[in-house]
């Protein structure tokens, strides 16, 4: 037991140390009071060695949420197969055994059934062929893109609340760690903004405590911090987790295996996440021919935007206040620039080899320029990261 208490502290370990790091590419300006304790707490989780399994759940919101325990059997698919009323095939039939613990990115073309493939798990839809054996103890939970209905003449802390008529302590907790704190807690849900209703239509997902996690094209509508508390509530999280989404980073982050669909009925388990079913694509790449379209073929052979020119930090220099803010509002820039560069090649290269008739010259092509954006991204982070340490060494006030 206590070999097995310290594997699950050294995987949460890990999953902490990745947050960490991914966390520096998902917007580090957004958070320069941040940044240098971020990199020294996944410096410190890399070298240190495992601790209690107390650790869990500090970072995210595990800890508060939980989830019903999950027993050892899953969801169980036997030759499952689907096809519309019309008799378009959607899914060819097909065996899968879900376990707890299984992070699954589900991929394909627009249309493939990935969509479909959720629906037909949580029993929104019925299999046309085989069957779907779910576990005694599964509780599915279920954050779709057209979200849950919400009592718009409710107030937030009411949705939270639900039955029992006030939100208990741990509610109110929950609300804050979803940036619904203070006066915003009484707000109708009626002036709420889109993002402010997805993000509580998330928390209301959560909140039920589901050990099957079902998340179709979360990134669209979620604002970064509230990306982030996902990523860390799933980081040391034990259920079950299928994600569909075109985000290479959320997927990087929230999945092991990847599901893809081919958007002819088949479906294939690639292991190694995005990065493998990428390379896998790459390498089985087909043939251009004169049918065949790609994605922006046309600009892929243009040039990318440079990124905004940043002195190097010279080490021992003194630089003004003002030069210094100066820099770092420019490396902030070119950092963005950068970022927001890459994760468009990341987009592209995702949707062309989803596309079923990718090709292999295209996919080298936007694999290249993804490696050379990831470089700009890189260089742009480390000349942030060094003038906003030489602000904050210096106490100067960057606001």
Do not use: C
């Amino acid at each position: 037991e206590r070999e097995e208490q310290a594997a699950t502290a050294e995987q949460v370990r890990k999953n902490l140390a990745k947050t960490e790091l991914a966390w520096l590419r998902r917007g580090a300006p957004a958070r320069t009071t941040k940044a240098k304790s971020r990199v020294a707490s996944a410096t410190a989780l890399v070298n240190t060695k495992a601790e209690a399994p107390a650790r869990q759940g500090e970072l995210g919101l595990t800890k508060d949420l939980g989830s019903k325990r999950l027993g050892s059997k899953g969801v169980e698919l036997h030759g499952v197969g689907f096809s519309w009323p019309n008799g378009k095939r959607v899914l060819s039939p097909f065996d899968h055994m879900l376990e707890p613990g299984d992070r699954l990115g589900i991929v394909g073309p627009n249309g493939a059934g990935k969509s479909t493939l959720l629906d037909l798990i949580s029993e929104r839809l019925t299999p046309t062929e085989g069957k779907i054996d779910i576990g005694r103890t599964v509780k599915i939970g279920y954050y779709d893109q057209l979200g849950r209905d919400l009592d718009v003449t409710k107030r937030v802390r009411d949705a939270v609340a639900g039955d029992k008529g006030a939100p208990s302590l741990e509610d109110i907790n929950l609300m804050k760690r979803f940036w619904f704190d203070g006066d915003s807690q009484f707000a109708e849900i009626s002036t709420l903004s889109g993002g402010e209703r997805r993000r509580l239509q998330l928390l209301l997902t959560l909140i039920e405590q589901p050990n099957v996690l079902l998340l179709d094209e979360p990134t669209n509508d979620l604002d970064l911090d509230t990306l982030r508390a996902l990523e860390d509530f799933l980081d040391d999280w034990p259920g079950i987790v299928l994600v569909v989404s075109h985000d290479r980073a959320f997927l990087d982050r929230t999945v092991d295996e990847v599901f893809a669909l081919d958007g002819q009925g088949g479906a294939s388990l690639v292991r190694g996440g995005v990065a493998g079913w990428l390379k896998q694509r790459l390498e089985r790449g087909t043939k251009p021919t004169q049918n065949t379209k790609s994605v922006s073929t046309a600009k892929l052979d243009t040039p990318a935007k440079a990124v905004v020119d940043i002195p190097a930090s010279k080490s021992g220099s003194l630089k003004s206040a003002s030069t210094l803010k100066r820099l770092v509002g420019q490396a902030e820039k070119a950092l963005a620039q950068a970022t927001t560069e890459r994760d468009t090649i990341s987009a592209k290269l995702i949707a062309e080899a989803s596309s079923a008739t990718s090709n292999h010259e295209t996919l080298a092509k936007l694999s290249e320029q993804l490696a050379h954006a990831q470089t700009k991204v890189d260089t742009a982070e480390e000349s942030w990261l060094n003038f906003a340490a030489e602000a904050e060494s210096r106490g100067i006030d960057m606001s």
